[in-house]
């Protein structure tokens, strides 16, 4: 029982727990459970994001920017790669273990009954919680899955951002886009702005009508707002009210400059509102500062080593580009961690082509697919395949075949990615690598 937990390790090995109550959309238990702590979610304003991909770095770069404005920002995302206090942060900074199990006992303790939260209501509830005691000014808050029934859904935001839509999790938003896009236009308030960089016409039109019967201005990426590139992480933005040149960047990846261009659109509509004067150099030192781990990192430079999470065929459209514009290498050598539940043929369609060499290896979270499936559905693709279960073995192998002008990228799962963080060396805690 939650009253008999004695520390945060076993309080995260009992959140862990309540995995097994499921994925159940809806409201009404999270709301119920932030009534019991007084509403926490109501005492700071907000930014909501949504999306397939981007959400974390769009995020990470708004809690960098109001950061720099001399702002207290909490900063709420999922899942993390490696420590189960990633997914709370005040000011770019993680979250104490002690501070977390206090805000654990003060959510276990509200529990009524036998009306046990999901882990992400739970969670969710916690993070709202831990903002209001710690007096953030703003919270930058990502959705878990979806948006309409998110249990961070509750929160009423200045602004919301949907960054994109494509098909993933597809079992418990729907199978076709248009499903998903009104699963994530959800996010959209009364009245609220709307930020976003979504593209296919039906999502578009979904997205349009959805605003238009909440009151709801909409401001869209190419029409309202744009970046453009001009050099190494730099590039212009051409904005609702500012435009800003020669911006810097900290994240590498052509698509990280929408996010930046979808981050900064937010804050001019905060702006607009009162709430806040942008300066010019808070905001390009929070753009330069921003940190998002696991995203095109770089591990290691002879041979070339890069991480990226990229668990879609999006995010793998993403990562192609990346790795056939921005890093120079004779040939290219592919580590490959996947859940079973992805689409892993998009996703091999997008990389496998790239590369010399093919991985596959099955990182210990439990819905990973079996890597002798990896290498059939491969072949049609690639010839010179390897099957390591062991990750370090893996990542071993794929390093003794590159030469000092080959490029390694790991990849596959953002699961994958924090494990392989550990490899390297990032400190873990207990039973994280059990976590959602």
């Given at each position: 029982m939650p009253n008999t937990i004695p520390d945060y390790d076993s309080a995260v090995d009992f959140l862990c727990r309540l995995q097994k109550v499921g994925i159940k959309f809806g409201l009404n238990r999270t709301e119920n459970l932030l009534s019991r702590l007084g509403n926490p979610h109501r005492r700071f304003r907000s930014i909501h994001i949504a999306g397939t991909n981007g959400k974390g770095s769009?995020?990470?770069?708004?809690?960098?920017?109001?950061?720099?404005?001399?702002?207290?920002?909490?900063?709420?995302?999922?899942?993390?790669?490696?420590?189960?206090?990633e997914r709370f942060r005040i000011n770019d900074r993680e979250a104490p273990a002690n501070r977390i199990f206090q805000v654990f006992q003060d959510v276990m303790a509200v529990i009524s009954g036998d009306e046990w939260p999901t882990f992400f209501e739970a969670v969710t509830a916690m993070a709202f919680h831990y903002f209001a005691q710690e007096g953030v000014d703003w919270a930058v808050v990502e959705t878990g899955m979806g948006g309409r029934l998110d249990a961070t859904n509750v929160i009423h935001p200045d602004v919301a951002v949907i960054t994109n839509v494509a098909m993933d999790h597809q079992e418990f938003l729907g199978t076709s886009l248009s499903a998903i896009a009104r699963e994530k236009a959800g996010i959209v308030k009364d009245a609220t702005p709307v930020v976003t960089a979504v593209r296919q016409p039906v999502v578009q039109s979904i997205l349009k009508a959805t605003c238009l019967k909440k009151r709801a201005p909409l401001f869209r990426y190419g029409i309202h707002f744009r970046s453009r590139r001009n050099g190494p992480q730099r590039f212009h933005y051409h904005g609702l009210s500012?435009?800003?040149?020669?911006?810097?960047?900290?994240?590498?990846?052509?698509?990280?400059?929408?996010?930046?261009?979808?981050?900064?659109a937010a804050l001019e509509l905060v702006e607009s509102k009162g709430a806040m004067r942008l300066d010019p150099e808070a905001v390009a030192e929070g753009l330069r500062q921003v940190q998002w781990p696991g995203r095109l990192e770089i591990l290691e430079t002879s041979p070339l080593v890069v991480l990226d999470g990229a668990h879609n065929p999006h995010g793998a459209e993403s990562l192609r580009t990346a790795l056939t514009t921005m890093f120079p290498y004779r040939r290219l050598h592919l580590v490959m961690g996947i859940m079973a539940d992805k689409d892993i043929r998009g996703i091999f369609r997008r990389l496998l082509p790239l590369a010399e060499t093919a991985v596959f290896t099955r990182p210990r979270y439990g819905r990973a697919a079996d890597p002798e499936m990896l290498r059939r559905l491969a072949a049609p693709l690639i010839k010179k395949i390897f099957v390591i279960p062991d990750p370090a073995e893996a990542i071993a192998q794929?390093?003794?075949?590159?030469?000092?002008?080959?490029?390694?990228?790991?990849?596959?799962?953002?699961y994958f990615a924090g494990e392989v963080k550990e490899l390297y060396g990032e400190p873990s805690q207990v039973h994280d690598r059990l976590l959602a």
């Open positions: 769009t995020a990470a770069m708004l809690s960098s920017i109001l950061t720099r404005h001399g702002l207290r920002v909490g900063l709420y995302t999922s899942p993390h790669l490696v420590r189960f206090t500012h435009n800003w040149s020669d911006l810097p960047l900290g994240l590498l990846g052509e698509h990280q400059y929408t996010n930046a261009a979808m981050a900064l794929a390093k003794s075949l590159a030469s000092s002008d080959d490029a390694v990228c790991i990849t596959g799962s953002l």
